[in-house]
């Protein structure tokens, strides 16, 4: 008997899992429908012997404390800030948008203080900002979002930035300054031997069992367990009773070149141009030394594995409909990306599981009669 069957084996899956197992003492069954561990994130080495990411770029940050001091106790860190260049009318410029861009795109000399000044007078201020449209547009005008993100937006996401909450835009910020990092966060860094050996790491405890190639739906009703933890989609738990959750869906075309460099920045984003959103160099990100380069062309699709949440109000609104079922369902916990559908990075999907754990352990604490170790305990009753 496990006390845990835990679907999933990202982020979600594998620190819930290593936190019952060192920490709670508790017996853990985690089942991955892929042939591997780490979700989204798993990372290995090609043909040529190069690291690369086979679900596309995975970069950490994060402003947490506590979640890079929990990561790293499974990993050292290599020290690495992200930059990305988008190409626009011919140039390669730095997206986020910030000083340097601006100069380069209209061959001028501003100043901060004059971008600032600029982008004042191009803005369309709006009363309230609901779209992923209505945040560009107010903080940059209507060319700029032309430019850098309307075409971006619609290859990504198969629909207008106009029907799209505005998390989505939001996400990539404006500046006046000529700070060309992607992100700011104080906690910057890949594991220093790639994401799959942090997550082996994770999970190499002797109350975890790894089950990989299996559909949970397959040995659920097989395996006696006595409460579930679920990572994957939360619409395919309930069988999709109240209709599709739409994910989006990208294609991973990977390359090996022959050359030891690629492209002048680790991402190349292309808004206007190809099928293709951007191209990522993973020599950049691992550091490491090769006489060949590997890259990876994201081409967006509607169908395929289920990547990202579309963050829409009617999607929200159906999400909520399935999380009213899940929460009727005390004995079986909803999380991660896909089931809480949330447009989350890594980081948000770790400081998720550690709260969840935390929740867990103070209910096994506060009411230890319903713990999970009493076999068949009615939970919630
Ligand atoms: P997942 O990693 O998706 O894990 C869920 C697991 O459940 C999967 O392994 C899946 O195979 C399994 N599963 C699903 N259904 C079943 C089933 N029926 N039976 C058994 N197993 C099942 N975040 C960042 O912080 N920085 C980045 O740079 C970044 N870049 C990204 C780039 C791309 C292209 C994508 C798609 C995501 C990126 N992310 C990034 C987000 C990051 O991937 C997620 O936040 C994180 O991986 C989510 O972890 P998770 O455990 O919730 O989900
Ligand atoms: N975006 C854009 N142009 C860009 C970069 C981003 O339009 O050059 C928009 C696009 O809608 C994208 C969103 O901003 O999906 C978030 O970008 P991010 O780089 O965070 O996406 P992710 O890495 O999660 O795919």
Same mark, same amino acid.
């Given at each position: 008997?496990?006390?845990?069957?835990?679907?999933?084996?990202?982020?979600?899956?594998?620190?819930?899992?290593?936190?019952?197992?060192?920490?709670?003492? =508790?017996?853990?069954?985690?089942?991955?429908?892929?042939?591997?561990?780490?979700?989204?994130?798993?990372?290995?080495?090609?043909?040529?012997?190069?690291?690369?990411?086979?679900?596309?770029?995975?970069?950490?940050?994060?402003?947490? +404390?506590?979640?890079?001091?929990?990561?790293?106790?499974?990993?050292?860190?290599?020290?690495?800030?992200?930059?990305?260049?988008?190409?626009?009318?011919?140039?390669?410029?730095?997206?986020?948008?910030?000083?340097?861009?601006?100069?380069?795109?209209?061959?001028?000399?501003?100043?901060?203080?004059?971008?600032?000044?600029?982008?004042?007078?191009?803005?369309?201020?709006?009363?309230?900002?609901?779209?992923?449209?209505?945040?560009?547009?107010?903080?940059?005008?209507?060319?700029?979002?032309?430019?850098?993100?309307?075409?971006?937006?619609? /290859?990504?996401?198969?629909?207008?930035?106009?029907?799209?909450?505005?998390?989505?835009?939001?996400?990539?910020?404006?500046?006046?300054?000529?700070?060309?990092?992607?992100?700011?966060?104080?906690?910057?860094?890949?594991?220093?031997?790639?994401?799959?050996?942090?997550?082996?790491?994770?999970?190499?405890?002797?109350?975890?069992?790894?089950?990989?190639?299996?559909?949970?739906?397959?040995?659920?009703?097989?395996?006696?367990?006595?409460?579930?933890?679920?990572?994957?989609?939360?619409?395919?738990?309930?069988?999709?009773?109240?209709?599709?959750?739409?994910?989006?869906?990208?294609?991973?075309?990977?390359?090996?070149?022959?050359?030891?460099?690629?492209?002048?920045?680790?991402?190349?984003?292309?808004?206007?141009?190809?099928?293709?959103?951007?191209?990522?160099?993973? =020599?950049?990100?691992?550091?490491?030394?090769?006489?060949?380069?590997?890259?990876?062309?994201?081409?967006?699709?509607?169908?395929?594995?289920?990547?990202?949440?579309?963050? +829409?109000?009617?999607?929200?609104?159906?999400?909520?409909?399935? /999380?009213?079922?899940?929460?009727?369902?005390?004995?079986?916990?909803?999380?991660?990306?896909?089931?809480?559908?949330?447009?989350?990075?890594?980081?948000?999907?770790?400081?998720?599981?550690?709260?969840?754990? =935390?929740?867990?352990?103070?209910?096994?604490?506060?009411?230890?009669?319903?713990?999970?170790?009493?076999?068949?305990?009615?939970?919630?009753?």
């Amino acid at each position: 008997m496990f006390d845990y069957l835990i679907v999933g084996a990202g982020f979600a899956g594998s620190v819930l899992a290593e936190r019952l197992a060192a920490i709670a003492d =508790k017996k853990v069954l985690i089942v991955d429908i892929r042939n591997h561990i780490a979700g989204n994130a798993y990372d290995c080495y090609n043909e040529a012997g190069l690291l690369i990411h086979k679900y596309g770029p995975h970069i950490f940050h994060t402003n947490s +404390r506590p979640v890079f001091e929990y990561l790293s106790q499974f990993t050292a860190w290599r020290p690495y800030e992200h930059r990305v260049l988008a190409s626009v009318d011919g140039q390669l410029v730095p997206i986020p948008i910030n000083l340097d861009t601006i100069n380069k795109l209209y061959g001028s000399t501003l100043t901060a203080f004059e971008v600032e000044q600029f982008f004042a007078s191009i803005a369309e201020p709006k009363e309230t900002i609901r779209t992923s449209e209505d945040v560009v547009v107010s903080q940059v005008g209507r060319e700029l979002y032309e430019k850098f993100f309307r075409n971006y937006t619609r /290859k990504q996401w198969g629909i207008d930035p106009s029907e799209l909450d505005k998390s989505v835009t939001a996400r990539v910020p404006t500046r006046t300054n000529r700070d060309d990092r992607y992100f700011t966060d104080t906690y910057q860094a890949m594991p220093l031997h790639g994401y799959t050996r942090m997550f082996e790491r994770m999970l190499s405890h002797p109350n975890i069992k790894i089950m990989l190639n299996t559909d949970y739906r397959d040995i659920v009703d097989i395996i006696p367990h006595q409460e579930m933890i679920f990572t994957g989609p939360i619409d395919l738990f309930f069988n999709y009773c109240y209709g599709k959750l739409p994910y989006r869906s990208l294609e991973f075309k990977h390359e090996t070149i022959n050359a030891s460099n690629y492209q002048p920045a680790p991402v190349v984003n292309y808004p206007n141009e190809h099928l293709y959103t951007r191209i990522t160099e993973f =020599k950049y990100l691992t550091g490491q030394d090769h006489p060949k380069t590997s890259i990876v062309y994201e081409y967006p699709q509607a169908e395929g594995d289920p990547y990202y949440p579309v963050p +829409r109000p009617d999607n929200t609104e159906l999400y909520k409909q399935y /999380k009213a079922l899940a929460d009727n369902l005390p004995q079986v916990h909803f999380v991660g990306r896909l089931a809480t559908y949330k447009y989350y990075n890594m980081d948000q999907v770790v400081a998720q599981a550690l709260t969840l754990f =935390k929740t867990l352990q103070e209910r096994d604490h506060l009411t230890p009669h319903l713990a999970p170790d009493r076999p068949f305990a009615t939970l919630g009753s």
